[in-house]
């Protein structure tokens, strides 16, 4: 596609379910990022693919979230169990990755509320 | 580690003036690159300007300019000639130009800039 596609695009969930969110990134770009943003907050980085690997996993904030890259294409972030706090707008970039001045696009985001 | 710091929760400018946004950042780094992303109620973060620490010379984009002090560790954003499009959060960001930080931007807590017609 022309840009980063994420879906869907708003997420009512109870909590205690599982919930998954889906990236699709600009196509040939290796470089995968997802990002929280609170209410009234800066932007959080959570993980970092670099092609389907994932060598910085630092930011993820408990054993309840993960995530994937397959074929070195989409990705999903799963959030188990959610809780109220995981209320948020989670972000995907992609980059070309390689050199760092590459620059990394953003999807729109989803948007997902804990009820 | 490093971090980002904007001290403007909100700001408002009136259309056609001129506005500047603050940035401060800490790192121990000597190369890296900064950068200023608007974020409209659409939610997309949409890149306006980019800055290589290693440049001396501020980065500029039409109407869009900043001014980055290395040694102070600053980065402000000024916008000319305000339009009611400017109105949006906007998000200073750094990444580092070591190559094992795999090109993670971390942001300030935003600036919400509204413009009066």
């Known amino acids: 596609g022309a840009g980063v596609s994420q879906s869907p695009s708003n997420k009512v969930t109870e909590k205690g379910k599982d919930v998954e969110l889906r990236c699709d990134p600009i196509s040939g770009h290796t470089a995968l990022y997802w990002y929280r943003q609170s209410l009234g907050q800066g932007l959080e980085f959570l993980i970092y693919?670099?092609?389907?690997?994932?060598?910085?996993k630092s930011g993820l904030p408990s054993d309840r979230f993960s995530a994937e890259r397959t074929g070195g294409s989409v990705s999903t972030l799963t959030i188990q169990r959610t809780q109220q706090e995981d209320s948020a707008v989670y972000l995907c970039?992609?980059?070309?990755?390689?050199?760092?001045?590459?620059?990394?696009?953003f999807g729109q985001g989803t948007r997902l509320t804990v009820v | 580690a490093q971090t980002v710091t904007q001290s403007q929760p909100e700001m408002s400018v009136q259309e056609a003036e001129t506005v500047t946004l603050s940035c401060t950042y800490d790192t121990s780094e000597s190369d890296y690159y900064l950068f200023w992303y608007k974020q409209p109620p659409s939610r997309q973060m949409i890149l306006v300007i980019r800055q290589e620490a290693y440049k001396q010379q501020n980065a500029t984009e039409n109407r869009f300019s900043v001014n980055f002090q290395k040694a102070a560790k600053s980065f402000s954003l000024k916008i000319s000639d305000s339009q009611l499009g400017d109105a949006a959060m906007y998000f200073c960001a750094y990444r580092s130009a070591s190559g094992n930080q795999g090109g993670k931007l971390i942001f300030g807590q935003g600036t919400e800039l509204s413009v009066k017609p």
């Open positions: 970039a992609s980059s070309r990755g390689g050199p760092s001045r590459t620059e990394a696009f």
């Open positions: 693919f670099q092609g389907n690997s994932a060598p910085d």
